[in-house]
């Protein structure tokens, strides 16, 4: 399989703090190992994250994880933003422990963007603070042990904030859980399976009951959420690879060229050739 371009803008190290511009990001997938958390200072970015467009200025908040599917779109010249990047190992426990925590559903299905207040920011700064120190701990295992409390807090406040703030009635935990599984499996399978069966499936649940579960959750069809993910995946290819359209309908496992071209226009208006034309003037 051919991947799309990835960039980063990560020391070779996995887990560092520091600064960036984002500018060997524009057009291109965000290598993310675990998480990266990054904080606006100045500037704009418009950024797509699991297909979803949004707009980041200074105070904003961005949480990214390991199995988000993000994009930057374009930046302003003058955007600058702290970032903080995380292992896999850093995290893991954090997130299995809030395994059903309302966190989830805001994050995919609301924005993983939040706007900081000035009390908020300066709570921030001092939490930043205390990650370079932990960063640069030469015993690593006190870093690693130190770096994944850092963000056990942080992520325990983020949670706190972000659903004390969720105007939004919450459904049941067990379908919010079941939603957030869907997509996670639909970022690592998109590119092989269209069919709602498999993963109502991989979700040991009926394909009815997905539905009414999406519906409840999202308020459309997990059809409709398969279908946007294609085309974002299309677009990426057409945007960020010179591959032939006969070999992205393989790598995205079409039948034909021609039934993938079907398929794009009809969910977007556009032809695949006049879309890639259209980004490479861009």
Not at 82 to 108: Q, R, V
Not at 143 to 167: C, K, M, P, Q, Y
């Amino acid at each position: 399989m051919i991947d799309i371009k990835y960039s980063s803008f990560i020391p070779e190290r996995n887990s560092a703090v520091g600064t960036t511009d984002l500018g060997r990001c524009v057009g291109n997938r965000i290598d993310i190992a675990g998480c990266i958390i990054l904080l606006v200072q100045s500037g704009y970015a418009i950024i797509s994250v699991n297909s979803r467009r949004c707009a980041l200025r200074r105070g904003d908040l961005l949480i990214l994880f390991y199995d988000d599917v993000t994009v930057l779109n374009k930046r302003s010249a003058l955007f600058s933003a702290c970032f903080i990047t995380l292992d896999y190992k850093h995290i893991e426990d954090t997130i299995c422990k809030m395994a059903a925590s309302d966190f989830w559903y805001l994050h995919y299905y609301e924005s993983p963007v939040y706007h900081a207040s000035a009390e908020e920011w300066r709570l921030l700064d001092g939490w930043w603070r205390q990650m370079e120190w932990f960063d640069c701990r030469k015993d690593t295992a006190l870093r690693d042990a130190l770096l994944a409390s850092g963000f056990h807090v942080f992520l325990s406040a983020a949670e706190a904030t972000i659903t004390e703030l969720s105007s939004k009635p919450q459904p049941d935990t067990r379908s919010r859980k079941l939603v957030v599984d869907f997509y996670k499996l639909l970022a690592r399978h998109c590119r092989q399976h269209r069919d709602v069966a498999f993963y109502a499936d991989a979700l040991c649940i009926t394909t009815t009951y997905l539905y009414k579960v999406c519906r409840k959750v999202l308020g459309f069809s997990p059809k409709e959420e398969i279908d946007q993910q294609i085309v974002f995946e299309i677009k990426n290819y057409l945007t960020n690879t010179d591959l032939p359209i006969k070999r992205i309908a393989e790598e995205l496992h079409f039948e034909d060229a021609s039934y993938m071209c079907r398929y794009f226009r009809r969910l977007t208006g556009v032809s695949l050739a006049d879309y890639r034309n259209e980004q490479t003037r861009l």
